[in-house]
């Protein structure tokens, strides 16, 4: 898969003859309604190359500070997984005051040589979002080109979005967000030192903070799957600021392993949420903690026995 920078034209890589069938929109999470786009777009009906046209940093970060819920690398990675050929990267300042016959007929079908767009049925651009799904319709139509325009996906009766997932997240319904997104929700990041107490105490944890601009779940213990070069391991983990032995200001993701014997320190680790537990709480003495724990990892064991397909 080809990346092209179309800030700065790095990596251009299109010819002539090159048709393009493309994908168009944030695609933040790249949940179940963004996958039907995509497998449209990497069909290519009538073109040489599926595509995806997307931002550096989706647009909703940008105008209103959203969370989100994957990080760059990520979403290409799922992007290349569902078969896509190219992706453009845009600069959503640099396109966001264009008209929408500019962004259609200059960007699209005239720089990045689309033939076929994909879109959802809710999809916005041009200047203060005055382009819709059936503006793009007409636009290419007088073009000679294709819009095909992809309807809500629905989820017992429930339209799939960003948004819709981040609410899930938020609750501690992190199953509800998995179905959603095709995949657990989950962070990949450093391990690093921490205060060392969970070792005292018999459950050593790796520690992670949330990655900047991330969506964070609801405070509180997990049943997770981490991966640790290339191999899985399960545990439990508690998602907050520590009120019982220090209220932090970042957000913190404590795991223990159920089966890991070993230093992680330093080492990059994707840790997935599975099922919530429990809230977090303030308990009155670290006594009382470890006994909470005791009994979460009790429960996170069992978790594991019942669902063995998170193995």
């Given at each position: 898969?080809?990346?092209?920078?179309?800030?700065?034209?790095?990596?251009?890589?299109?010819?002539?003859?090159?048709?393009?069938?493309?994908?168009?929109?944030?695609?933040?999470?790249?949940?179940?309604?963004?996958?039907?786009?995509?497998?449209?777009?990497?069909?290519?009906?009538?073109?040489?190359?599926?595509?995806?046209?997307?931002?550096?940093?989706?647009?909703?970060?940008?105008t209103s500070g959203i969370s989100l819920l994957t990080d760059p690398m990520e979403r290409l990675a799922i992007f290349r997984e569902m078969g896509i050929d190219l992706v453009f990267l845009a600069d959503f300042a640099s396109v966001r005051g264009l008209d929408k016959e500019t962004f259609a007929k200059?960007?699209?079908?005239?720089?990045?040589?689309?033939?076929?767009?994909?879109?959802?049925?809710?999809?916005?651009?041009?200047?203060?979002?005055?382009?819709?799904?059936?503006?793009?319709?007409?636009?290419?139509?007088?073009?000679?080109?294709?819009?095909?325009?992809?309807?809500?996906?629905?989820?017992?009766?429930?339209?799939?979005?960003?948004?819709?997932?981040?609410?899930?997240?938020?609750?501690?319904?992190?199953?509800?967000?998995?179905?959603?997104?095709?995949?657990?929700?989950?962070?990949?990041?450093?391990?690093?030192?921490?205060?060392?107490?969970?070792?005292?105490?018999?459950?050593?944890?790796?520690?992670?903070?949330?990655?900047?601009?991330?969506?964070?779940?609801?405070?509180?213990?997990?049943?997770?799957?981490?991966?640790?070069?290339?191999?899985?391991?399960?545990?439990?983990?508690?998602?907050?600021?520590?009120?019982?032995?220090?209220?932090?200001?970042?957000?913190?993701?404590?795991?223990?392993?159920?089966?890991?014997?070993?230093?992680?320190?330093?080492?990059?680790?994707?840790?997935?949420?599975?099922?919530?537990?429990?809230?977090?709480?303030?308990?009155?003495?670290?006594?009382?903690?470890?006994?909470?724990?005791?009994?979460?990892?009790?429960?996170?064991?069992?978790?594991?026995?019942?669902?063995?397909?998170?193995?």
């Open positions: 898969m080809k990346i092209i920078d179309l800030k700065t034209e790095k990596e251009i890589t299109l010819s002539e003859t090159d048709r393009i069938s493309c994908a168009l929109g944030n695609f933040d999470g790249v949940h179940l309604g963004h996958r039907a786009l995509l497998r449209i777009a990497a069909e290519k009906k009538n073109a040489t190359r599926s595509a995806v046209w997307t931002f550096c940093e989706p647009s909703s970060r940008t200059e960007i699209l079908y005239e720089k990045c040589h689309v033939r076929t767009a994909v879109c959802g049925f809710n999809f916005r651009y041009g200047m203060k979002a005055s382009g819709n799904a059936e503006a793009l319709r007409d636009t290419f139509s007088s073009l000679g080109a294709d819009v095909e325009i992809v309807p809500p996906y629905t989820m017992d009766g429930m339209t799939v979005s960003s948004t819709e997932i981040r609410a899930a997240l938020s609750a501690g319904d992190v199953e509800k967000a998995e179905a959603m997104l095709a995949r657990p929700y989950a962070i990949t990041s450093e391990v690093l030192h921490g205060k060392k107490l969970g070792r005292t105490l018999g459950f050593p944890t790796a520690n992670q903070t949330f990655p900047q601009l991330r969506a964070v779940p609801r405070f509180g213990v997990y049943a997770v799957r981490m991966t640790v070069d290339g191999e899985i391991y399960h545990g439990v983990a508690n998602v907050g600021v520590r009120p019982t032995v220090e209220r932090t200001d970042a957000v913190n993701c404590e795991t223990y392993l159920l089966d890991f014997a070993g230093d992680l320190y330093g080492k990059t680790v994707k840790t997935e949420f599975l099922h919530f537990l429990r809230a977090e709480r303030r308990f009155a003495s670290v006594f009382e903690l470890k006994n909470a724990v005791d009994q979460n990892i009790l429960e996170a064991k069992a978790y594991f026995e019942h669902h063995k397909e998170k193995a």
